[in-house]
């Protein structure tokens, strides 16, 4: 089962929605999860984000009996070591993983809001993310799910199957493409 923890707020409709969509991809339960409160002190001021190590260690510390996997979702800004932002990160062969909304609206960027573009990119980055879950690295294939997202036009260029190579590699076989 793959469980969707809401991190801060984050709309319901977008959830319900994503839940839908994997749940058809995957082949494997989802279910939204109890929303969790953004960790205080993964806060950088300085910044104004989030730091993805923080994020990702209030993950491991949920107890979530069945969830083979815990996917946040997270309203916020965030950043790793050595990079400006990032859309999400994940645990190779792990259970954790998040992704952050913000820089996936056209409107952050000064462009009209467009719901279906920024629903389509989140659902590209969870899927990503879970595919470093499943033990799947940055593809070469520029429309690979998991081609490497450096800015958003990689993530509006990539698709949101994982390509044939890197289906044979999973390490999860119930995954099937869209």
Same mark, same amino acid.
Not at 15 to 21: K, N, V
Not at 44 to 54: C, F, H, I, P
Not at 113 to 135: A, C, D, I, M, P
Not at 164 to 173: A, F, I, L, T, V
């Given at each position: ?8 707020? +984050? !709309? ?12 058809? +991809?995957?082949?494997? !339960? ?15 001021? /300085? ?30 800004? #965030? ?13 190779? @062969? ?30 590209? /980055?969870? +899927? ?15 429309? #690979? ?10 993530? @509006? ?5 994982? #390509?044939?190579? #890197? ?8 995954? /099937?493409?869209?």
């Amino acid at each position: 089962m793959i469980v969707i923890i809401p991190m801060g707020p +984050v !709309p319901l409709d977008l959830l319900t929605w994503l839940a839908d969509r994997l749940q058809s +991809v995957v082949k494997l !339960p989802v279910q939204i999860g109890t929303a969790r409160s953004l960790p205080p002190a993964g806060y950088d001021t /300085e910044r104004k984000q989030y730091r993805a190590d923080e994020i990702m260690n209030t993950l491991r510390r949920i107890a979530h009996p069945g969830a083979e996997r815990l996917v946040a979702i997270i309203d916020r800004d #965030c950043f790793a070591p050595g990079l400006n932002f990032i859309f999400g990160q994940a645990v190779m @062969n792990g259970r954790e993983a998040f992704v952050a909304l913000p820089r996936l609206r056209p409107e952050f960027y000064g462009l009209p809001e467009n719901r279906g573009v920024f629903r389509e990119r989140v659902f590209k /980055e969870v +899927v990503h993310e879970l595919g470093h879950t499943w033990g799947l690295g940055h593809c070469s294939d520029p429309g #690979c799910v998991m081609h490497f997202s450096n800015t958003l036009a990689d993530t @509006n260029r990539k698709g949101t199957e994982f #390509c044939r190579y #890197c289906r044979g590699r999973m390490n999860e076989p119930s995954v /099937e493409p869209e």
